[in-house]
């Protein structure tokens, strides 16, 4: 399994990107599947997750990302809105969830077992 990533790049504040994922075998098999990003010097933070068909974003995503997938074409997606510059970080998507799923919590990095390459997002003021 090797998701493979796309999109992200820069853009101004309060501009809008999308990133996308491509997973092998197809998504419907895949219950859990999340976004992270991470800037220099910190761990890999996450920022939208979906569970079976049940949505989760970390507070500072909520109203601005959204997660998506493609079952058909086994695709992850993250439409990016109003971005700030903090948003700016190496974003990853993420597959195969061990253990059991947090009641309120993000999902913890060490717990998915596939990650794509990464993928640059930068915004400026």
């Known amino acids: 399994v090797q998701p493979a990533q796309s999109g992200g790049g820069s853009v101004q504040a309060g501009g809008s990107l999308q990133l996308s994922c491509e997973v092998s075998p197809p998504t419907a098999g895949i219950p859990v599947m999340a976004w992270f990003r991470q800037t220099p010097g910190k761990g890999r933070e996450a920022v939208a997750a979906?569970?079976?068909?049940?949505?989760r974003y970390t507070e500072s995503a909520k109203g601005r990302f959204y997660i998506s997938r493609d079952k058909i074409r086994n695709g992850l997606y993250l439409q990016m809105n109003s971005l700030k510059p903090e948003d700016t970080a190496t974003y990853y998507c993420?597959?195969?969830?061990?253990?059991?799923?947090?009641?309120?919590?993000?999902?913890?990095?060490?717990?998915?077992?596939?990650w794509g390459q990464g993928t640059q997002v930068t915004v400026s003021s």
């Open positions: 979906v569970y079976i068909d049940s949505e």
């Open positions: 993420a597959a195969y969830y061990s253990g059991t799923w947090p009641e309120e919590d993000m999902p913890p990095s060490y717990r998915f077992r596939y």
